[in-house]
């Protein structure tokens, strides 16, 4: 199961608990690598990103590092 897919099922499934959902959103969406921003700042916290890492060291956010 991909992330998205896995956002989807959350979506089907579990619209009852929305306390459940939006934790286990959360945590699949930061699975998914974003860019940092221009100044090198996670974009999900604003931490600063340290180089050679794949995960935001504040929030766990994955850090795409295309091209870096
Ligand atoms: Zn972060």
């Known amino acids: 199961m991909t992330n998205e897919e896995a956002l989807k099922w959350l979506d089907k ?3 009852d608990n929305l306390d459940v959902k939006l934790i286990a ?3 699949i969406k930061k699975q998914i690598p ?3 921003t221009a100044d090198y700042h996670c974009s999900t916290c604003e931490a600063d990103i340290i180089e050679s890492v794949n995960y935001c060291w504040n929030c766990g956010q994955a850090i795409d590092r295309d091209g870096k």
């Open 13 to 15: 499934h579990i619209i």
């Open 25 to 27: 959103s959360k945590a």
């Open 34 to 36: 974003k860019k940092p």
